[in-house]
């Protein structure tokens, strides 16, 4: 059971550069998230999908572009990256039942814009 | 505004007890998490609070008290796997997580 997989783990980038991260997930869940953390600061959230073809802004959206054409991916698109963007950006998704709306990461992708 | 406040970095040594707490302001509240992230890996889920009092899962327990807007994260028997950074999030009305930045938990033998 592979749970949330990102893809790709790193990428160095020039500013200026697209480039689209990939996240799947094989739980069925229909919440899907992208964070990113940095040093000293709690992870912000970037966009999030309540649901196929759903997309919605979250704390820090500016930059970022997402899709959600299938349930079980959720893309996000840099269309021109910028030094503020080095990051760690994590994918997570969440089932709808669960009251708690427990979260499952992926492992991560480290980002650095030059 | 809404904020979380963790403290930045803890020492313990193995085999002692920590207490790593968060204080929270947010619009609402639906509920508090802790996750534990070791470094360069995703954060995983620790526990949830919803209600007051302490709830105990083996060797760690955490602890809620709504109206002073407090939680704490206790860990037993400390062992050098525990050292990683431990994260208390809050749910607000919004059903919106709010992260603290995290506190760095280093084990020493």
């Known amino acids: 059971n592979a749970g949330v997989t990102q893809t790709p783990k790193f990428r160095v980038l020039k500013t200026g550069q697209s480039m689209t991260l990939l996240c799947a997930q094989d739980?069925?869940?229909?919440?899907m998230y992208w964070y990113r953390q940095d040093p000293g600061m709690g992870l912000r959230l970037i966009h999030y999908s309540v649901g196929e073809g759903t997309t919605a802004k979250g704390e820090v959206p500016d930059g970022y572009n997402v899709s959600r054409l299938k349930k079980q991916n959720f893309l996000l698109g840099l269309e021109s990256a910028a030094p503020s963007q080095t990051s760690v950006y994590f994918c997570?998704?969440?089932?709808?039942?669960?009251?708690?709306?427990?979260?499952?990461f992926g492992a991560g992708s480290r980002l650095t814009v030059l | 505004g809404q904020n979380i406040d963790q403290p930045t970095e803890m020492t313990a040594t193995e085999g002692a007890i920590v207490q790593i707490n968060c204080t929270y302001q947010t619009s609402g509240f639906n509920g508090l998490f802790w996750y534990q992230q070791h470094a360069g890996e995703a954060p995983t889920f620790l526990s949830y609070n919803v209600l007051d009092g302490l709830e105990e899962k083996g060797r760690f327990s955490s602890f809620l008290s709504r109206s002073k807007g407090y939680s704490y994260l206790l860990l037993k028997e400390l062992q050098m796997k525990d050292s990683a950074s431990y994260l208390c999030?809050?749910?607000?009305?919004?059903?919106?997580?709010?992260w603290g930045a995290g506190t760095k938990l280093i084990i020493k033998p």
């Open positions: 739980m069925n869940h229909e919440y």
């Open positions: 999030a809050t749910l607000d009305s919004n059903y919106q997580l709010i």
């Open positions: 997570a998704s969440s089932s709808k039942g669960d009251g708690a709306n427990v979260l499952t």
